[in-house]
Structures are given as C-alpha cells and as structure tokens.
C-alpha cells in the first residue's frame, strides 16, 4: 500500500542565490541585445535617410562606405580583442552588414550609372563580407543571409555578361547543384575527419534543394519573356540536376528530387517539339506522348520503383495525379488539331489525342486493381469536354475503343457485380456503337436523322425484350431490373423524338411528302416495337403469390407516353388507338393479377384503366371534332368539358354506390376526393356561366349536381369512409356553384338542388355537425337561390340587393326561433349557428359594395342611390346589435361600427368640409366616455371603447380630408388626452403613451397649420414645441401629481414632452432666422431632462446634457462663423476636460481620468489635422494642449498624461524640424550604443564567461 507524503513535502523550495544571480545576469543581457538590436535598426534607418538627404553627392557616398566599413571593422576587432564588449561588436558587424545594400544602391545612385558592375561589386563585397563575419562570429544567422548574397552574385554576373532572362533561371539551377553539392561534402569532410561540422553544412543541404524548383517554376511564370529554345535550356538543366541529385541524394529527398525529374523531362518534350515544328498541336502530342510512355512504364515497373524510391505511395500518386494530366494535354492535342485542320481547309483525325489519352488510362488499370478501376475517369471527363468538337467517326473510335475495353474486363473479371455492370455497359456501348456507325456511313439526306433514332428505337425495344426474357428465366437483379429501365427510358424518348420531329417537319414545311410518309413508318415501328416489348416485359413481371413490382410501371408508362407521341403523327386517329390499347392492357393485367388478401393492387389497374379511359374519351371527342368541327348535337353545341363531365358522373354514381354498400377500400376516399375535383376543374375551365341556359349545358351541370349530390348523401347517412371525405361533396358543389356564375339558369338548378338534398339531410343526418352544416347550407343556398332570382326576374341592383338584405334579416329571424323553440336539436351544433350567423353578416357587409360596384358608385356615370347604402348599412347596424344582445354573438357589435364608417363615408360628400369629422369626434367623446362610466364584462367588448376611438379618428382622415388642418389637430389632441385620463380611470398605465404620442402628432399638426399661414418654418416648429412640452407638462404638473400617477404614467408623458421637445428644437435651428431661439429651447429640454431624472442616473444626464449642449451651441454659432473641423474637435475635447474637472472635484477620479483620456484623444486628433490644414495658430494651439496636458498630469500625478503631454510636444517639436531626422536618428542610436556599452563594462568578469551573446539571440 503506497504511503501518503508528508504534508510539508510540497512546500516551496528556497530561493538559490546563485540561481538568482544567474537570472538577473541573464535578464541584464537580454535587455543590452535588446538595446543594441534596437540601435542598430535607427541606425540602419538613419543611413537610408542620410542617403536620401540634400547634402552633396561625394560626402553621401563616402560618409555611407566610410561607415559601413568602420562598423564592421570595429565589429570583428571588438569581438575578437574585448570578451566583455561582444554583444556591442555584433551590433556594430550586424549594422555594417545591414547598410551594405543601402550603400550599394546609394552607389549607383549617386556615382556610378553601370548598374551590373555596381550590382556584381555590392555582391562580391557582401559575399566576402557576410563569410568572414559568420566564420568569426559563428552566426547561422550570418550563414542564411550569405547564402542571398552568393546568389545575388551569380545573378550579377550574368547581368555584367549581357545574358538572356533564361540564364537567369539556368545559374538559379547550377547555384542549386553547387550549394547541394557543397553541403554534402563539407558534411562528409566533417563526419569523416571525426571533427566538428562546418557551420555552412547545414545550411546548404537546407537551402540548396529549393532554388531548383525555384528556377524552374520561375521560368514558367515569366514563359511570355522567353522562347522555346530558352525553356529548353532550362528544362534541360533541370533534368541533368535532377537525374544527378536522384543518384547522390539522401533516401529522404528521394522521392521528390524523382518528382522533379519527371517534371523535367516532361516539360522537355513539348518545348523541344516547339522547336521543330511551332504550333500547339504538335506540343500537345509530345507531352503527351511522353507522359503516357512514362505513366505505363512506371505503372508496370512499379515494383522496382517503390523499391528504390523507399514506398509505394509516390508511384501510386505518381500514375494517379499523371493520368488526369495526362488526358489533360491529350484534350489540348485534339482540339489544337481540330483548330489547326479547320483554318487550313483540311480533314484530320483530331480524335487521336483523347483515344491516345483513353487507351493509356485503360492500360493502366491491371497494374493497379482494384482502385485502377477508376482511371479511365479523367479519360472520360475529357471526350465529354471534347464532345461537341467530335464527329460520327471519331464517335465510332472511341466507342470501339471502350467496348473493347468492357468485353476485356468482362471476361477476365472474378467478380460478379463488375461483370454484371460490364455486361451492361458493354450493351450500351454496343447499341452507341451502332448508332455512330450508321451515323457515319449512311450518307446525308433528309430522314436520317429520323431513320438512325427509329433503328435505336427498335434495338432498345429488342434489349429490354432480352431483359424480359432473363426475368422470365429467373435471373433477375438490381443490375437487370436498371438495365431494362435505362432501355425503356431511350426507346420512349427515342419515340417522343420521332413525334416532336414529325410535328416539327410539317408545321415547318421543311420535309417533303415522303419524308413525312417515311418519318410515319419508323414512328410506327418504332412505337410498336416499344409498346410490345414494354408489355411482355410488365406481364412477364408480374408477381405471382402477391406484392407489388416496380416492372409493373413500364409498360403503362410506355403506352401513355406512345398514346401522347402518336397525336402529332396520326391526329386523334392515332391517339385513339394508342389510349384504347393503353386501357386494353390496363384492364388485362388486372384480370390477369392472381387475386390476393391485399385488394388495393387489383383497383390500381382500374384506377389507371379510368384515367385511361377519359383520355380515351377525350381523343374520341377531337377525332369527332377532326370529323365535325361543329359538334352540335339537336342544334346544341357540346364542348369538351361538358364531355368530360358527363363521362365523370357514372364514375360518381360509382363510388355514391361503393360508399352505400360499405366498403372501405384503402385509396377509395382519395379516389373520390380527385375525382369530385377533378369534376369542379372541368366545371371551371369549360366556362359554363358563358354558355347561356342551352339544353345541353343545363342537363350537364344538372347531372353532376345530381352525382354529387347522391355521394353527400351517402356519406350524410353511412358513415364509413373518414370524415374529411364526408366534406368533399358539400365543398364539390360550392365549387360548381361558384363555375356557374354567370348563367342564373346553371346557378337556378344547382343552387335548387342543393337546398333539397341540405334541406333533408338536416333532418336525417347522422350526427349534430353534419345536421348542422347541412342547416347552414340550406339556409346559404335558399339565400342565394332568391338573389338569383330576383336578378332573373328583375333587372333593377336596388330592388335584388333590399331584397337580399330583406332575406338575411329573415334568416336571423329563423336563426332565433330555431334556436327557442323545441326544434333546436335539429338544426345542429350551437358554434356552426354562430358560423352561420356570421355568415349572414358577413352578406349584409357585401351587399352595399356589391350595389355600389354594380351601378358604379356616386360619380356622375355612376346610378346608385344613396338612400340604399343607406338602409343597408342602417340593416347592419341593426342586426350587429341585435346579434350581440339577443342571440349573444360575441363581437358582433364590432361591425356596428363597420356601418358607422360606411354611413360617414356616404353622407361625407354632402356635408360642409370638417362637419363629418367632429361628429366622428363627438362619436370618440362619446365612447370614451361610455367606457370611463361604464365597465363591460365580456372580455371581447373591453377593447371596444378603443378600436371604436381609432376607427372614428382613421375614417375621419379618410372621409373627410378636406378639413382643416387645424380641426385635425384638435382632434388628435383631444384624442390624446382623453387617452391619458381614461388610462388614468381604467387603471392602464400603458395606454399613457399612446395618448401622448396622439398630443405629439397634433403638436405636428398645429406647426403644420402654423407654417401654411405664416411660411416660417421657425415659427412653425417652436409652436409644435410649445404645443407638445406645454400640453404635457400641463398633464404632468396638474394631473399626475395630483393624482400620484404610477412610474409608467409619469416617465411616458415626460419622455414624450423631453423627445418631442429636442425634435422640435432642432427643427427651428434648421431655419436660420430662429437658430438661436432653437439652442435655447433645446437647452430648456436639457436642464428639464437633468431635473427629471431619477437620482442613480442624474450625473450621467447631466454629462449628456453638457455635451449636447456644447454641440448645440457650437452648430448655432457654426451658422455665423464658419469654424470647421479642428474647432469643431477641440470644442468637443473642451467640453470633456469641463466633465473630468467636475468629476476631479467631485472625488470620482476613475470617471474623472476616462473623461479626461476621450477629451485627450479628441485634442490628439486635432494636433494631427494640423499636419493637414498647415495652419499656424491652429499648431500652436495643439502645442499649448500638449503643454498643458502635461501640466495637468504633473498636478494630479497622473503618468499617463505626463507622457502623453510630452511625446505631444516632442513630436511637434520633430515635426518643425523633420527635414534633420536622420541625424537624430544617428545621435539617439549612438546614445542606446554608448549605454549598452556603459553597462557592459560594469559586469564582472564571471558574466563574460557564462553569459555569451548571439546575433541571432539565445540558443533555445
């Protein structure tokens, strides 16, 4: 069992002094390599500004080498001779370092115009510079930053030897080889001699792989600077480099340097090849030639290679990444030949580069299974690309190619979904195959086209007739069962083709007689082929003991389709054949189905039999129509919808029958569903409100009515199917009635048939809902039934709309005494009443706009009466109320004031202008006060008071807008007022807002009035304020401290009098006469805004108020004197040192120091406008702010504003004398220089020994 440690285990350790000592020695050096990097940066800074100066060429060029050449040899002598001074030597060697390229180009600058002879000394100069000081030193740091100066002379002496771009590239490549080569011997040399490394070792090995690459890439970025015989050149170099760094290189760098060269070596060929002959295609071909020539080697020599280069991965990357290149460059090939053949007016096999790209990938599959079995992808990408470019030979190639291919691989295959796939593909490949062979030898002449599809057509017929045969010998498979779906898919639309170019050719006129006899032949063959081939297929298929197969879709897909296609080519002639061999096999296959438990399979071929059979009926009516393009019948003309709906009734009788009886067939009630919709679809689209009161429509809609009519019955009384079905017929014959719409004879008979069937099933239906819908019905339908009639009988809208609203009166009537005699169990549920009653004042709502859109309103064309809307609108109101208090309709009061707006809106016009908008108002006095006196329980009429005062104020903007503006505001103010009281009496304090914002918008009213009479816009927003802060203030200090008003109350009416007061103020600032009197009411607002607020917050107020007063202020003296930015700045920071110095004095020095920092920043982006605006007051301005910044940071000892004030002030000091930076860059790097090496010379000894000092900082 472990043992528990001793509680004083974990305690702290104590402090070594020696560990100390050693930490503070290394913190002191830190901070002396941290002074001396930073010297030396300001004084390589100081250098390229001294270069740049106005002093005389001579003493720039000698005062920069001079420099340079003192720092770096008080560098190497500092560092050899002083132990104790060599952090001060390597920053005076890595300054003279750092200044040679500045001294370089200050040389050709200002002396010396030969750039490459300047360039080639810089770089020798630097090259043996940059050695001997990473020898000395033993900088790594040093070593890298040679290495940019050994390039920089190779690169200079191509430019002194007047070389091309390419050589540039070239040397990169032979740097690279060297720098390689020279690491590895001097890793060599080490490791053999038993010493240390070269400190240039590793660097080279490091560095030196990578300018290859980089030469290579770069030749290839800047390829429109260079021919082909330069790219050669580099390529070239680039594959001996890399054939020689395969052989001699780590294992490690290996497999990238084989990358390289297999990067070379193919972009040698096409460069090579432009060389002989300058054109794409030829460039194209050999790439890929010799890529495809390394793919298939390195596929099949695989082995070896992995060997040799430590992994498969990099062969298997190789052949992978290569194949998609590959067929890349083979796509460029054919379309170069194809662009190349078609300028010089010749033919060509453009082909042969993407059937070179196909046969590679496809050769490259064994070496690589079974993930190979994907290459041919990228190949199969590109003849897509290719496609459109293609022709009917080159087709023929490539399919030959594949099916060759899949036939391979079908019979060297052990597996069998690949070998079933390939069957398939090799099928498909094979009938493509014919088609581009036909397309290729039978020779051009109108029908081939028609002719190569219809061959198509019959071989698809034929391979899905093979497929039925492999099912009907039992070997059937997901593989099979796609393949004959494809088939028939390609046969059906090759047949829909054939009918669309048929169709074509004769409306176009394009063909002759016998093309369109031959284009008949191959449709006819073609479809027969299909449809024979498709029904063998579905017969052969169908399940034997039960269940459903998908196979059982083809065939009536296929006839449907067929029947479609052969309307173009046979007229209805040929559409009738097709529909009734379509219905033929629908009703077939049903007989033939074995009868199974699952009885829904056999009633899927009916249904489809059906809809076949109403196609039929459709086809059968054009071929009458091609045959009598009348259609009469006794004199009568009959259309195509009164067909449909006649041959929908027995189908209606049908399932009327089937519900009778009981049974519940899954599917039957959607069946009936689509088929009543299906009815109302044709009703509607037939038109027949604009066929008259003819026979034939008469006895049409009469059929349908009668139809649907007996299945609502059947569901009313036998209630087996569900009871959305039970619906359908009811909403069926309210679609009917609303597709009769005008033919009062339609409506007549449908609107009498509904009363009767309602009528009884009110008192025989089965439940209390279907009783009561029924009832609700009746009642709609009798209701309507006397419209129509009145309209039939006479042609007056006055006299048909009183009689209607005589008809709903009497419907309320029966309403009541349905509902209060023995009867009321009769007439059904208690919320269908309710429904009902709505209903009928719903009809009175319409019925005045009804009348008013049927005799075209009051205008002068116009014939209606007013009086009318008049008794209507009276009729409403009348029984909104009664329905309310009598029959308790709960909100039905609500459309009493529908018939208040309505009545407004007719008397309006015949009133004096305002008269119609104070009764309104007298109205909204008057509810108002009703709700103050009296409190109504039902929860629907609390709100009534309110909707009523909002509805009464919105008509009277609307009915009479010709009132004064003045009147309006009155109103509103009222309004807003009386919102505030009854808020108060009601005990809603949320209802004080909206009375306020009512008392702001009359406030917007009276400016309004204010400005038409006087056109001061001034004037006019300062009487908005008075009216706004008055009127609310008044509530505020008479009412609601009398009435000690809730919080809500009170800050609602406040908040609205202190915003509306700002708004308004800022609007008389807008006018220029009264921008003063605008700032001192907005300064009012202000200081109310400051003694309103609640104790927590009255400081942050009174900041705000400070603030935005200042603003204020300043724009209203802004429209006198044009300040600008920097004032309106310094302004600004002003008035945020006035709140820091409240808050100093107030003992809040946080608050007081953040006001002080945002009113410092403001000051400080001041001062920097000035560097802009150039201005002299304005300068000494901000030097004054930065002189008393720092004052004030010395009096309240705070450290941040002491420094800010004084980087302030020196800055602006610098900037007044900026044209002498660089000497104070000199002088302040000299200084940083002269303390680290102050403080070098008082370390001990012992430092000097164990506290060594890198350039490149301490080793990690």
């Known amino acids: ?315 298997r990357w190789d052949v992978f990444t290569g194949i998609p290149l590959m067929n890349m460059a083979a796509l460029l090939w054919s379309i170069s030949l194809h662009w190349q053949h078609n300028d010089d007016g010749g033919t060509s096999f453009a082909v042969l580069g993407v059937a070179v790209g196909l046969i590679i990938a496809m050769a490259a599959v064994p070496a690589f299974l079974p993930r190979g079995e994907w290459l041919p992808l990228p190949a199969v990408g590109a003849i897509l690309i290719y496609s459109p470019l293609l022709e009917a030979a080159g087709w023929s190639v490539l399919l030959a190619v594949a099916l060759v291919y899949t036939v391979v691989r079908f019979l060297t295959s052990k597996r069998p979904a690949l070998r079933a796939a390939m069957l398939v593909a090799s099928r498909l490949l094979l009938t493509a195959l014919a088609a581009s062979t036909l397309a290729t030898f039978v020779p051009s002449q109108p029908g081939k086209a028609q002719l190569i599809a219809a061959v198509i057509g019959i071989i698809a017929a034929g391979q899905l007739f093979a497929d039925a045969l492999i099912g009907k010998l039992g070997r059937i498979s997901t593989v099979t069962s796609c393949s004959a779906a494809a088939w028939a898919l390609v046969g059906t639309a090759l047949v829909v083709a054939l009918s669309v170019s048929h169709l074509w050719q004769e409306a176009t006129g394009n063909a002759t007689a016998g093309v369109l006899v031959a284009t008949r032949w191959e449709f006819l063959v073609a479809a027969v082929a299909m449809a024979a081939a498709a029904m063998a297929y579905s017969l052969f298929r169908l399940p034997r003991p039960s269940g459903y197969s998908s196979a059982e879709l083809v065939a009536p897909l296929v006839l449907g389709i067929a029947a479609l296609s052969a309307g173009p080519v046979f007229n209805a002639a040929g559409a009738s054949v097709g529909w009734a061999l379509s219905t033929t096999f629908l009703i077939s296959a049903g007989l033939f189905l074995p009868s199974q438990s699952e009885s829904l399979h056999r009633w899927l071929y009916w249904w489809a039999a059906r809809l076949s059979s109403l196609l039929l009926a459709v086809a059968l009516f054009q071929l009458w129509a091609e045959a009598d393009p009348a259609t009469q019948i006794a004199g009568t003309t009959v259309n195509l919808g009164l067909v449909i709906m006649l ?173 209060r005699t023995k009867a009321a169990h009769l007439v059904g549920e208690p919320v269908l009443l309710r429904i009902s009653l709505w209903l009928v004042l719903g009809g009175q709502v319409l019925v005045p706009v009804a009348y008013h859109q049927l005799t075209g309103g009051f205008a002068a064309q116009g014939t209606a009466l007013r009086w009318v809307v008049a008794v209507e609108l009276l009729a409403l109101a009348v029984t909104a109320v009664v329905a309310q208090l009598l029959l308790s309709q709960r909100g039905a009061s609500y459309l009493a004031l529908v018939a208040v707006v309505g009545g407004a809106a007719v008397i309006a016009p015949v009133l004096w202008p305002g008269a119609t908008a104070l009764i309104l108002l007298a109205l909204c006095v008057a509810v108002i006060a009703w709700r103050c006196l009296y409190t109504p ?157 609640p104790a927590n917050i009255r400081r942050r107020c009174v900041d705000g108020a400070v603030v935005s007063c200042a603003l204020v202020w300043f724009l209203a003296c802004s429209s006198y004197v044009d300040l600008g930015l920097f004032w309106f700045v310094q302004w600004c920071a002003a008035a945020l040192g006035g709140l820091a110095l409240i808050r100093y004095l107030a003992k809040q020095e946080r608050t007081g120091k953040f006001l002080l920092l945002a009113a410092a920043c403001l000051a400080s982006f001041g001062a920097l406008l000035t560097i802009f605006s150039g201005d002299t007051l304005q300068q000494l301005i901000s030097l004054l702010i930065f002189v008393a910044m720092l004052a004030v940071g010395m009096s309240l000892n705070e450290r941040i504003f002491t420094i800010w004030g004084a980087i302030g002030v020196t800055t602006a000091v610098i900037w007044y004398v900026r044209g002498y930076t660089f000497l104070l860059l000199a002088l302040l790097a000299l200084a940083l220089i002269a303390f680290a090496i102050w403080r070098l010379t008082r370390k001990k000894p012992v430092e000097e020994e164990t506290v060594p000092v890198y350039l490149s900082g301490p080793p990690q």
């Open 1 to 315: 069992m472990p043992t528990m440690p001793h509680p004083r285990a974990h305690a702290p350790a104590p402090l070594d002094p020696a560990a100390v000592a050693a930490t503070k020695r290394r913190r002191e050096t830190q901070n002396i390599n941290v002074t001396l990097y930073v010297a030396s940066l300001l004084m390589v800074a100081a250098a390229a500004l001294f270069v740049g100066s106005t002093l005389p060429v001579v003493a720039r060029l000698v005062g920069v080498w001079l420099g340079t050449a003192l720092f770096y040899t008080a560098g190497l002598v500092l560092h050899s001779k002083v132990a104790r001074l060599k952090p001060a030597a390597v920053a005076f060697a890595g300054t003279a370092l750092a200044i040679i390229p500045f001294a370089g180009l200050a040389t050709y600058n200002l002396g010396f115009p030969a750039a490459s002879s300047v360039w080639l000394g810089t770089s020798l100069i630097g090259t043996a510079a940059y050695i001997l000081a990473a020898v000395r030193l033993q900088s790594r740091l040093v070593v890298y930053l040679s290495l940019a100066f050994l390039l920089s002379t190779a690169w200079s002496s191509v430019a002194v030897l007047g070389a091309a771009l390419a050589w540039y590239f070239a040397a990169l490549i032979v740097f690279a080889a060297l720098l390689s080569l020279a690491g590895l011997l001097l890793k060599r040399g080490g490791d053999a001699n038993g010493r240390e490394t070269s400190i240039y070792a590793k660097p080279l090995n490091d560095l030196g792989p990578w300018f290859a690459p980089a030469g290579l890439v770069g030749s290839l970025i800047f390829s429109l600077a260079l021919n082909a015989a330069d790219h050669a050149l580099v390529m070239v170099a680039g594959v001996i480099y890399y054939l020689v760094m395969t052989a001699t290189c780590a294992p490690a760098l290996k497999g990238y340097n084989y990358l390289g060269l297999r990067f070379s070596l193919t972009l040698t060929a096409p460069f090579i090849s432009w060389m002989i002959e300058p054109n794409a295609a030829w460039a194209a071909a050999s790439f890929t030639v010799v890529l495809a020539v390394q793919l298939i080697a390195v596929a099949y020599a695989k082995t070896p290679l992995a060997r040799f280069l430590g992994s498969e991965r990099w062969v």
């Open 647 to 819: 041959a929908l009734v027995p189908q209606l009788f049908i399932l009327a029958a089937v519900q009778w009886r009981g049974q519940t067939i899954t599917g039957l009630q959607m069946d009936a569903g689509v088929t009543l919709s299906l009815l109302v679809l044709v009703a509607a689209v037939s038109g027949i409100g604009n066929h008259g009161a003819n026979w034939a429509t008469l006895v049409a809609v009469g059929l349908a009515a009668v139809a649907i009519a007996s299945l609502s019955i059947a569901g009313a009384l036998r209630a087996v199917w569900p009871a959305v079905v039970q619906w359908a017929a009811p909403a069926a014959m309210l679609a009917l009635v609303l597709s009769c719409a005008g033919s009062n004879g339609a409506l007549i008979v449908v609107l009498a048939i509904i009363v009767a069937t309602s009528g009884g099933l009110t008192l025989k239906a089965t439940t209390p809902v279907l009783r009561g819908v029924h009832f609700m019905v009746a009642r709609l339908a009798l209701t309507a039934l006397v419209g129509v009639g009145a309209a039939q009988l006479l042609d007056s809208p006055a006299v048909t709309t009183l009689t209607l609203t005589v008809a709903l009166l009497l419907q309320v009537l029966v309403q009541y005494l349905a509902q």
């Open 937 to 1093: 329980q039902e929860p629907e009429m609390r709100w009534y008071w309110l909707v009523a005062t909002s509805t009464f104020l919105l008509a009277a903007c609307v009915v009479d807008a010709d009132a004064a503006t003045g009147i309006f505001a009155a109103m509103w103010l009222v309004a807003g007022l009386a919102f505030i009281v009854a808020a108060h009496l009601m005990g809603l304090p949320w209802l004080t807002l909206p009375g306020a914002l009512l008392i702001f918008l009359s406030a917007m009213m009276f400016g309004s009035q204010v400005f038409e009479l006087t056109l001061l816009r001034g004037v006019a927003a300062f009487t908005s304020f008075v009216v706004v802060v008055g009127a609310l203030y008044l509530v505020r200090l008479v009412l609601l401290d009398l009435l000690d008003a809730p919080y809500v109350q009170r800050w609602s009416v406040v908040g609205v009098a202190l915003a509306g007061g700002a708004v308004f103020s800022l609007m008389t600032m807008a006018d220029h006469r009264s921008v003063l009197l605008g700032a001192g009411t907005f300064t009012l607002i202000a200081v109310l805004g400051c003694l309103e607020a």
